[in-house]
């Protein structure tokens, strides 16, 4: 909310903002910041506001920082505002007929006495209590030395007016949530009203509320800061409030801590930069428009601070420029929650002014922000995603799903509006890591073990058609992400995905052979974009390549399956389907999405990944329960037949999966089948089990000498790819020296590699 021009100082409007009427005073001009703690005259004008307008459920002191006082705050004030107007007009407590109906000499101190407690009412309630409670006991020591009975009835008349206030004036939220606080109470001092009104400060430059102060009942677990670069630092304090299961994650960016003078700048520079109506093409290179606006806010900034005599460091400039930059044609305080490598998943909820940010931490689950969003911000995000993903949202299609890159930073992000969210705009945002994952980092994170790592990069070798199910948020896509790395650079790889998930970019950086395809979302009715069976069938006719489906959600199964059943010979086919089970993704399969039962035998291998939770239900971790073949024998039913044999399953009680029996004996129909077009693996089972422990025993080596050396970075996909590529390099060596790459002999090789690499850095 900005007043217009030349607005005079205490104005007010009223303006309804998703469902709830909001007072905005002007304090433009004031020598003071507006705080209804330190001043008993601004509690009072915002008290005269609220009897005129009873139904605001929050308050905003728009100066060069905003003031915002929350629903429950404005609340205190709304009582004391109807308890004013009801002790006038329905008690009539200042009339003769109520203070003295029978002793009008008694009515002038009475109602000098009543008059001065209605005025301090406003000011300083808890003062206003004080001085009732002086008024009552005096006035009970006079009724013990009046004498008559007339005047003694008379008193007691004035004393039941008293009570039957105080009755009232006790029944204020703001006088018992006083009381813990009133041993330390000083009459006339208004420390304790800190503890009961505490204003989210907001730069006047944004519009999303964030609640600054610490809860003083809270213990803190940890703390940690989180920036992109050095001048954009953010402070996270993780919280634990008694009696509550979820943490408060609070967090303090750095446009939240800034002088009066700088949060000004910021203000007069956004007011010029506002004014630029971003185009769609901005938005393809979002980096580029990005730099092109940080130095032209440098520039502007730089020039309103000489105007102003401001002196602005270099220091101070390009963190003024990053911010103005975050808030104009960025998503404000959405981009500083990305920055945090601790985060899964960000949720703005409809009615989105009205509930906090809620985020899901890597460490510590489902956790409460601090940050309010604004139905302006949220609106103004709103059309920078339709512009970036070119797809619509609107009452006809009131689903976007895009995504948002920026500083090496990405995420998946859904919208959904109305009529489908009756309450307006919500998002859910899904951040990706900034390198993609690898199977050691799943290793690491016991998401696998090494034996199960070994296990499916023998599969991505051998050429098979997978499938990675699970629920939402269960790591579909990043294990399908770290299963693309063991893909060998030299195959060409081509990506059909509607939400652009998948790490392309880095694996392009990687030296990667990838092409990258864009489909129509199966929930958009109308686009100008490809669907997704197109897209699948178009792959198939560009050449000898892996194809890799980001999640199969509708009838492009169809079309997978055909890819599956082409394919299968001689290239890597996998993507990512919902399903809890081996039997649930072939019922959805086959039921659900309408492919054949012989189409479905296509799929070689099915891992199922899902959380798993603590007994408690406050803890969950993310797991590879099950890697399960399919086989081929099945007409009908694949459960019932013994279509599906698990390779793998996940052991509760020791946390990891372990390799089957039908395994262990050698019985897997695929593996013997991929073993068949291997020279020296036909027919020899223990050849084609050697090199999958090999894999695991590779992968376990990496993640034991990244934890002994400290160096976390041999996790990373740069490397995995490097170790793969010697792998494999050393593997073709000792073939032909001895006809097999034998574990016994490629792995002293490789990990001498391994070993020179890590101690001399090239990595």
């Known amino acids: 909310?900005?007043?217009?021009?030349?607005?005079?100082?205490?104005?007010?409007?009223?303006?309804?903002?998703?469902?709830?009427?909001?007072?905005?005073?002007?304090?433009?001009?004031?020598?003071?910041?507006?705080?209804?703690?330190?001043?008993?005259?601004?509690?009072?004008?915002?008290?005269?506001l609220l009897v005129e307008n009873p139904n605001v459920s929050r308050i905003v002191f728009v100066q060069q920082k905003n003031y915002n006082y929350d629903f429950k705050e404005t609340t205190y004030l709304l009582e004391i505002a109807s308890l004013y107007v009801h002790l006038i007009r329905q008690e009539k407590i200042l009339s003769q007929e109520r203070l003295a109906p029978s002793n009008p000499n008694a009515f002038s101190s009475r109602y000098n006495a009543l008059f001065s407690f209605l005025y301090l009412l406003k000011k300083d309630p808890i003062l206003a209590h004080s001085e009732l409670k002086r008024l009552i006991y005096e006035a009970k020591i006079f009724l013990e030395r009046t004498g008559g009975e007339g005047f003694k009835l008379d008193q007691r008349n004035y004393i039941s007016v008293l009570l039957r206030t105080m009755s009232f004036l006790e029944g204020l939220r703001v006088i018992q949530d006083?009381?813990?606080?009133?041993?330390?109470?000083?009459?006339?001092?208004?420390?304790?009203?800190?503890?009961?009104?505490?204003?989210?400060?907001?730069?006047?430059?944004?519009?999303?509320?964030?609640?600054?102060?610490?809860?003083?009942?809270?213990?803190?677990?940890?703390?940690?800061?989180?920036?992109?670069?050095?001048?954009?630092?953010?402070?996270?304090?993780?919280?634990?409030?008694?009696?509550?299961?979820?943490?408060?994650?609070?967090?303090?960016?750095?446009?939240?801590?800034?002088?009066?003078?700088?949060?000004?700048?910021?203000?007069?520079?956004?007011?010029?930069?506002?004014?630029?109506?971003?185009?769609?093409?901005?938005?393809?290179?979002?980096?580029?428009?990005?730099?092109?606006?940080?130095?032209?806010?440098?520039?502007?900034?730089?020039?309103?601070?000489?105007?102003k005599k401001i002196n602005l460091s270099f220091y101070s400039l390009n963190k003024l420029a990053t911010i103005l930059v975050r808030h104009t044609i960025g998503f404000g305080l959405i981009e500083v929650l990305l920055q945090d490598k601790n985060l899964q998943d960000i949720s703005l909820n409809a009615p989105i002014a009205q509930v906090?940010?809620?985020?899901?931490?890597?460490?510590?689950?489902?956790?409460?922000?601090?940050?309010f969003p604004s139905f302006e911000d949220a609106d103004s995000w709103a059309a920078k995603f339709r512009m970036i993903s070119g797809r619509p949202l609107d009452e006809a299609n009131p689903i976007l799903d895009t995504q948002l890159e920026f500083g090496g930073l990405r995420a998946r992000v859904a919208i959904v509006q109305d009529p489908l969210s009756p309450d307006g705009l919500a998002y859910s945002i899904?951040?990706?890591?900034?390198?993609p994952w690898t199977l050691p980092l799943f290793i690491e994170n016991k998401m696998i073990n090494p034996f199960a790592a070994g296990l499916m990069s023998f599969m991505i070798d051998g050429a098979r058609t997978l499938l990675i199910a699970g629920t939402r948020s269960s790591g579909k896509t990043s294990?399908?992400?770290?299963?693309?790395?063991?893909?060998?650079?030299?195959?060409?790889?081509i990506t059909v995905e509607d939400s652009l998930e998948l790490p392309i970019d880095s694996m392009r950086t990687l030296g990667y052979n990838i092409l990258r395809m864009k489909v129509r979302s199966a929930l958009l009715k109308t686009s100008t974009e490809v669907d997704a069976a197109d897209g699948i069938r178009t792959s198939l006719r560009l050449g000898d390549s892996c194809?890799?489906?980001?999640?199969?959600?509708?009838?492009?199964?169809?079309?997978?399956?055909?890819?599956?059943?082409?394919?299968?010979?001689?290239?890597?086919?996998?993507?990512?389907?919902?399903?809890?089970?081996?039997?649930?993704?072939?019922?959805?399969?086959?039921?659900?999405?309408?492919?054949?039962?012989?189409?479905?035998?296509?799929?070689?291998?099915?891992?199922?990944?899902?959380?798993?939770?603590?007994?408690?239900?406050?803890h969950s971790w993310r797991r590879m329960l099950q890697i399960t073949e399919v086989r081929k024998h099945w007409e009908k039913d694949p459960l019932l037949e013994k279509g599906f044999i698990d390779l793998m399953r996940y052991n509760v009680e020791?946390?990891?999966?372990?390799?089957?029996?039908?395994?262990?004996?050698?019985?897997s129909e695929i593996i013997k089948e991929i073993a068949s077009k291997v020279r020296g693996w036909a027919g020899n089972w223990d050849a084609a089990y050697d090199n999958i422990l090999l894999r695991a025993k590779m992968k376990e080596?990496?993640?034991?000498?990244?934890?002994?050396?400290?160096?976390?970075s041999i996790l990373e996909a740069d490397f995995n790819v490097r170790a793969n590529h010697e792998f494999h390099k050393i593997s073709d060596d000792v073939v032909s020296e001895i006809g097999l790459p034998l574990s016994s002999k490629v792995f002293p090789k490789w990990q001498k590699w391994l070993n020179e690499e890590v101690k001399s850095r090239k990595i």
Do not use: W
């Not at 294990?479 to 790889?493: A, D, Q, T, Y």
């Not at 890799?548 to 890819?563: C, F, H, K, T």
């Not at 296509?602 to 990944?609: E, F, L, R, S, Y």
């Open 654 to 667: 020791k946390d990891e999966l372990e390799p089957s029996e039908d395994l262990i004996n050698g019985d």
């Open 178 to 307: 006083a009381s813990p606080h009133m041993e330390m109470y000083r009459k006339g001092s208004r420390e304790i009203y800190h503890h009961l009104f505490k204003p989210d400060v907001i730069p006047n430059f944004t519009f999303t509320r964030l609640v600054s102060d610490l809860p003083m009942d809270a213990e803190i677990i940890d703390e940690y800061k989180i920036s992109l670069n050095d001048y954009d630092v953010s402070t996270v304090t993780i919280l634990k409030k008694k009696d509550e299961s979820r943490l408060i994650y609070h967090i303090v960016p750095p446009e939240h801590a800034l002088p009066e003078e700088q949060s000004e700048l910021l203000n007069l520079a956004r007011g010029v930069l506002i004014e630029h109506q971003p185009k769609a093409e901005e938005f393809t290179d979002s980096d580029r428009t990005r730099q092109v606006f940080f130095n032209v806010s440098k520039d502007l900034l730089r020039d309103l601070a000489e105007n």
């Open 701 to 712: 080596e990496i993640v034991k000498l990244s934890k002994n050396s400290g160096n976390k």
């Open 430 to 435: 899904r951040r990706h890591r900034e390198s």
């Open 547 to 618: 194809l890799i489906m980001g999640e199969v959600r509708s009838v492009e199964a169809l079309a997978l399956y055909e890819a599956m059943r082409v394919g299968a010979l001689a290239n890597v086919v996998a993507g990512t389907i919902h399903g809890a089970s081996p039997y649930g993704v072939y019922d959805r399969v086959v039921n659900d999405l309408g492919v054949p039962t012989t189409s479905f035998k296509a799929t070689d291998i099915i891992a199922v990944a899902n959380p798993i939770k603590s007994a408690d239900g406050l």
């Open 356 to 371: 906090p940010v809620y985020i899901r931490h890597n460490d510590y689950d489902e956790c409460t922000t601090n940050i």
């Open 479 to 493: 294990f399908l992400g770290s299963l693309m790395l063991e893909i060998m650079p030299k195959n060409r790889i």
């Open 1 to 48: 909310m900005q007043f217009a021009e030349g607005a005079k100082l205490y104005d007010f409007v009223v303006e309804r903002e998703g469902g709830e009427d909001i007072l905005y005073v002007n304090y433009f001009g004031a020598l003071y910041s507006p705080n209804l703690a330190d001043s008993a005259e601004v509690m009072e004008r915002t008290i005269d």
